[in-house]
């Protein structure tokens, strides 16, 4: 079994100036709300790869200028909290940072967290970043509000070390195996204490087993999404867990059952939009994301969408963002990181 996803790659370099803002949008929104000049909307290019490796997500996003927002009400509704560690290669992020007015260079590493305000212009820039679970930070360093928007230098031995793993991960074979995946989690960890400070008191208890235990669980979820038999049990059974424990584990998301639902939808809603099924009945594209109830497939897709499967699949056949397989497979992981 590997510990890791496969790399994923979004590029947008094509199509209307709707198409390739919407495919931005649909990359980068479910951390942020996404903007880009009118006046170069229609030959914006961006490129941004992901590679998840046990609890940790590492990526590299390189593109023309927009502006990354995430307001006060947009960050309260966060659930999963995450810290990010984003890396400047080339360009310049300027704006404000969790309440900071923050300028980023070539060089230069920048903290900030999912649930927190940000109001970024990302200048032409390149950039890596690495993205950890709050749960995981608090496991292993001392996390303070004086971390959120703090910017260390280029020569720092923060800048340099951070940048130095964070290129490694994304070099790294693809994909690698569940030992070297459990070696390069020791590594950020080393690199966190250094740059950070001691480990938190629980450091190593339950609490980050739990953190880990949770993602591996939700990785398990999204493999196996098409199993009928997919439930408590069988998950329980492979990762040695009781139900209450498990659902004391993703009680904040609406419990196991809403979270394997909600899962299969947008599965569902990926493959309905990207029509590559278009003579195959909209049930039978349910029932291979193992969707049991086809009674209220409808009922429940439409609560969760606000549209019919039907009117999808209709909107699909004019919209050319909704298309693109590659883009969605490349969303997908996204998606489950930040909302599942």
């Known amino acids: 079994m590997q510990s890791n996803s496969r790399e994923q790659c979004l590029t947008v370099n094509a199509g209307s100036g709707q198409h390739r803002l919407a495919a931005w949008r649909e990359a980068l929104g479910a951390t942020a709300t996404i903007e880009i000049d009118a006046a170069i909307v229609a030959t914006f290019e961006g490129e941004f790869r992901t590679r998840v490796i046990g609890p940790l ?7 023309d200028t ?36 923050v300028s980023v260079g070539p060089g230069e590493v920048i903290l900030s967290r999912h649930g927190g305000t940000q109001n970024l212009a990302i200048q032409d820039a390149t950039w890596f970043g690495l993205i950890l679970p709050m749960e995981f930070v608090d496991a292993q360093m001392r996390w303070t509000r004086g971390h959120e928007g703090k910017v260390f230098g280029a020569a720092t031995t923060e800048a340099v070390l951070l940048g130095h793993l964070m290129r490694a991960m994304l070099e790294l074979p693809d994909p690698i195996s569940d030992r070297d995946a459990k070696r390069m989690v020791a590594l950020t960890i080393a690199h966190l204490t250094a740059c950070f400070g001691a480990p938190a ?27 009928r038999q997919l439930g408590p049990e069988i998950v329980c059974k492979r990762f040695s867990l009781s139900r209450s424990s498990l659902y004391r584990m993703f009680n904040d998301s609406g419990g196991i059952q809403a979270m394997i ?14 029509g590559r099924f278009p003579d195959q009945p909209l049930s039978g594209i349910a029932e291979r994301r193992g ?50």
């Open 261 to 274: 639902l909600a899962m299969r939808l947008r599965a569902v809603h990926r493959d309905i939009a990207s």
């Open 201 to 227: 008191p629980n450091a190593g208890t339950g609490k980050k087993a739990r953190c880990v235990d949770a993602v591996a669980i939700r990785r398990f979820l999204a493999q196996h999404i098409g199993d």
């Open 57 to 63: 997500m590492a990526v590299r996003l390189c593109s």
């Open 66 to 101: 927009f502006r990354f927002i995430r307001s006060e009400d947009m960050a309260s509704q966060i659930q999963r909290d995450n810290v990010f560690i984003n890396l400047c290669e080339s360009g310049r992020m300027v704006g404000t940072s969790n309440g900071r007015q």
């Open 291 to 340: 969707v049991t109830d086809i009674r209220s497939f409808r009922r429940v897709f439409v609560k969760e969408f606000g549209y019919t499967p039907s009117d999808l699949r209709t909107r699909s056949a004019h919209d050319p963002s909704l298309t693109d397989w590659s883009h969605a497979e490349a969303t997908a992981d996204i998606e489950r990181w930040f909302q599942s």
